[in-house]
Structures are given as C-alpha cells and as structure tokens.
C-alpha cells in the first residue's frame, strides 16, 4: 500500500569539484563542476517526519547545448530549475504519495522553466533532485531499504504519466524485480583521453580493470574510424572478454554521416575488435531534430536515446523511428527510468528486444553513485557507465568532516522515522520531551537541558512526548 506523504521543508548546497583531467564529451570540455545536495524533509501520514537527502554534478553545457550559452548560463539553469521545483513542491500541504507529487508539478515545472527559457531536459533536474530526496526520507521513515520499498510501491508509481501503460503492467513488473548483487563498471574513454601505453584505455591501472567500455565519438566518421581502429587495437590486448557501447553525444546530425560509420562498422576488418564486440550506439542525433530523422535501414544496428530523452514521451517516439533503446540517469527521473524499464519488458515481451541503459555524467563519490546504481540495479541495469573513478579523484578536497547545525521542532506526538547519519551525532534538547529509540537498545526519555549521542550508522528515530512541542539542537557529521 502506497504511503502518503506531505513536503515540509527542502534545502540546497553545494561543493566544488574539481576534475583530475579534462572531459570532452561532443564539443564539451570540462574540469570542474559543483556537485548539487538536496536535503528534504517530509511528514509520513500517521508515521511523523522523516529526512532524506540526494546529490548530483551541476555538469554545464549537457542539459543544454546551445552554443550561445556559456557554461556558467547552463549551471545557472540547473540551479533555477532546482529553485522551481521548491516553490511548486512546497506550494501543497496536503497529503499524497511520493509519485504523486511528482506527476502533480511536472507539468508546471517544464511549463515555468520553458517561459524562463530553459530546455525541458534542463528542466526536469529539479524535480529529479527532490523526488530522489523524497524518496530517500519516505524509505528511511518506513525503515525499508530502495528495493523492498520499489518492489511494493511505496511511491504508489501509476500510470497517470504513462498511457501506454496500465498500472497492473507497473505493478507487476516492480513486484517483480530482483535486486543485481553485482553492476559492472563502464569505462568511459573521453574524445581527448589517452589511447595507447601507460594511462591508455588499456591500463589496468586507468581503466580499473573494466571488461566495459564507452567510447566518445567526434561526429566526423573517418576521424571516428581511424580513432576507433587505434582503440580496438588496445583493447585487443586485453587478457579477458570486453565488450563496448559507441556514443555520438549528438555529433552526427546528418544521416550519410552517420550512415557512412556504420558502414565502417560493417565492412571495414579494422574495425573487428570494435564492431564485433559493440553492444548499442547511443544518440547519434541532435535531441531538435531526432524526432524527424527516422533511423531506417542503420537499424541493423542497435541505437539509444540519451539526450532526447526530455519528456515521458521520449521512449515510445523514439521507438517508432527504430532505436532499441534509452538511457537510464538519476538525474533525469527515477520515475522515468522505472517507467520506461517497464515500456522496454513490455515490449520486448512481444519477441523484439527493447532496452534500458545505465549512463552517466553527473554521479561522483558517495551519495550520488549509490543512488544511480541502486536504481540500475532494481530495474535490471547489468553494466554501467561511471566517471567518477576516471576523471575525479574520489573525495580529494572535501573536509574530513562536515557539519550540519540546526533545531527542529516536533508537535506533541509526532517525530522523524528511523535514519542514519554517515558521521556522529550529538544533540540537546532545548524545549519539551522527546523519545530517542536506538535500535538494539533502550529507548531514552530525554528532557529539556539533557543531551544525546548517535554514533556513526546507528538506526534511531525521535518521538515527541506528550505535552508541549519538542524543540531540541543538533550537529550530525555529514562525511
């Protein structure tokens, strides 16, 4: 039974962070980003309150393209999406379940974002932020971990966005999902990265022993032939198996073009180690044109949408033209990806083969790869691309600890469900009686002018007592 919940309060931050060597994806090149955190509070009917919080890179010049903008516009952008989504998601204080909430302000979020001239892709970042956030909080309220919870439906996911779908089909196919033990890694090989010998796409020590590999494409088929034949030499001296996904990152907005690769592809013997071991190529097209530029006889081989994928809409149309496939990422939708996991099991239910992919551009350490992968890992994602291994050097330049202060106050009654905290936490009631319930031991009654301590990882909730509200004062170590 789906639970029912109402947003209380969503806060923002940010971190700088900088990038051990230059990304170029397309005609993009990057080296550092903000990282976006997203705390929410929520209040579970009939349950109390609960925090959930999710992260995400702030990556410029891929939500939105467009060459006038600097990077700084397109990060700009994200920021003001996050901004809309507050104001929309904040603007009720009744009661409905977490997709609810979602399906209720999508439509006014792309609608307020498109007369503030930002893309619908750019658009949909906010709503991803808050939604994982959301979910994050109404998991740790029911103390459920991601799989149990998407498995039952707790977000009541229904088919209100997706008419294609009916909720039994959803239904049925999250009842359904077994959660992966293992995701592999994707090593993504960036169009200005190193090939060959030490630090090349080869090393075990750069590629961290991938048997996946993502390889960025120029748009330019003989520049891409002549520098995917360097690859496949390299990966040829691989010791084991691999296999390979091509991305295009929109660079092939002509057809002959891309055409011409694929034939490359085909008939070109130099190409075997590529050709024989490629798995899908992945938005070949600009996203403004894609929808008017049908794949025909390239179907051969097998083509996902990335970028285009900026509306629930985006999977079907781009199955019309003959792609296989779409792209799964956070920060595009948990919801859309899940929904489109089920449109793909539909699909190919009927003896073709349709797809859902993990790729990725936005998750770093910590917090926002957990997130992405536990999501590839409920709807069947058995490889995915990650970048933060390869162009960002973990943790580097974030303080050992990092402190979060604040009061809250809980009415006579009610409190915030089980959670962790990644760091220690110590607090001091300041008005009233709360009850610190610790799993595995005791409860503890505490008072006004008592303290209290959380170590690391330890499952607690607060309850308010009878009487006047609980106000009380707390530091959690974030890191």
């Known amino acids: 039974m789906p639970s029912r919940i109402a947003v209380r309060d969503i806060a923002f931050f940010e971190r700088p962070v900088q990038f051990v060597r230059p990304f170029r994806f397309g005609a993009v090149v990057i080296d550092a980003a903000p990282q976006a955190f997203v705390r929410v509070e929520i209040e579970i009917e009939g349950k109390g309150r609960a925090v959930g919080a999710s992260a995400e890179m702030l990556v410029p010049k891929w939500f939105d393209k467009r060459a006038e903008l600097s990077p700084e516009q397109t990060v700009a952008e994200l920021r003001r999406s996050l901004e809309i989504a507050r104001n929309l998601y904040l603007t009720r204080s009744g009661f409905e379940?977490?997709?609810?909430?979602?399906?209720?302000?999508?439509?006014?979020?792309?609608?307020?974002?498109?007369?503030?001239?930002?893309?619908?892709?750019?658009?949909?970042?906010?709503?991803?932020?808050?939604?994982?956030?959301?979910?994050?909080?109404?998991?740790?309220?029911?103390?459920?971990?991601?799989?149990?919870?998407?498995?039952?439906?707790?977000?009541?996911?229904?088919?209100?966005?997706?008419?294609?779908?009916?909720?039994?089909?959803?239904?049925?196919?999250?009842a359904s999902r077994q959660r992966l033990d293992r995701v592999a890694v994707r090593h993504t090989v960036g169009m200005d990265d190193k090939i060959e010998g030490k630090g090349g796409v080869a090393d075990p020590a750069d590629n961290a022993g991938a048997r996946y590999f993502k390889l960025k494409l120029g748009g330019d088929p003989l520049a891409d032939t002549a520098r995917l034949i360097r690859i496949g030499e390299e990966l040829g001296k691989l010791p084991y198996d691999y296999k390979v996904t091509l991305d295009a990152n929109e660079q092939y907005a002509d057809l002959t073009a891309l055409g011409a690769l694929v034939a490359s592809l085909d008939h070109d013997s130099a190409l075997n180690p590529i050709a024989a071991k490629l798995l899908y190529i992945e938005q070949p097209m600009p996203r403004e044109i894609f929808r008017q530029s049908p794949l025909?006889?390239?179907?051969?081989?097998?083509?996902?949408?990335?970028?285009?994928?900026?509306?629930?809409?985006?999977?079907?149309?781009?199955?019309?033209?003959?792609?296989?496939?779409?792209?799964?990422?956070?920060?595009?939708?948990?919801?859309?990806?899940?929904?489109?996991?089920?449109?793909?099991?539909?699909?190919?239910?009927?003896?073709?083969?349709?797809?859902?992919?993990?790729?990725?551009?936005?998750?770093?350490?910590?917090?926002?790869?957990?997130?992405?992968?536990?999501?590839?890992?409920?709807?069947?994602?058995?490889?995915?691309?990650?970048?933060?291994?390869?162009?960002?050097?973990?943790?580097?330049?974030v303080a050992d600890k990092e402190i979060v202060i604040g009061t809250a106050t809980l009415p006579a009654g009610s409190g915030i469900g089980y959670h962790t905290h990644p760091g220690d936490e110590a607090g001091y009631v300041l008005k009233g009686t709360v009850i610190l319930k610790t799993k595995g031991q005791p409860d503890r009654t505490l008072k006004a002018g008592e303290s209290f301590f959380n170590p690391r990882g330890a499952v607690h909730s607060l309850v308010a007592a009878p009487g006047p509200a609980v106000k009380f004062f707390g530091l959690p170590a974030e890191s």
């Open 97 to 174: 379940t977490a997709f609810g909430l979602h399906a209720r302000h999508i439509a006014a979020q792309i609608e307020a974002c498109t007369n503030e001239d930002i893309p619908s892709l750019a658009a949909a970042y906010g709503p991803a932020e808050i939604d994982k956030a959301v979910l994050d909080a109404l998991l740790r309220g029911l103390g459920m971990n991601f799989f149990d919870g998407m498995a039952a439906n707790v977000a009541g996911i229904d088919a209100r966005l997706t008419p294609d779908l009916s909720g039994n089909e959803i239904a049925t196919f999250l």
């Open 296 to 397: 025909g006889t390239l179907t051969r081989r097998d083509f996902i949408i990335d970028e285009a994928d900026d509306s629930y809409d985006a999977f079907p149309a781009a199955k019309a033209l003959g792609y296989r496939g779409i792209s799964s990422k956070s920060c595009k939708g948990i919801y859309k990806s899940v929904l489109n996991a089920v449109r793909a099991a539909k699909w190919s239910a009927g003896g073709e083969k349709f797809f859902v992919t993990g790729e990725d551009l936005t998750c770093q350490a910590g917090l926002g790869v957990q997130q992405d992968l536990a999501l590839g890992a409920f709807i069947g994602v058995t490889h995915a691309e990650r970048n933060g291994h390869h162009y960002v050097d973990g943790f580097s330049g």
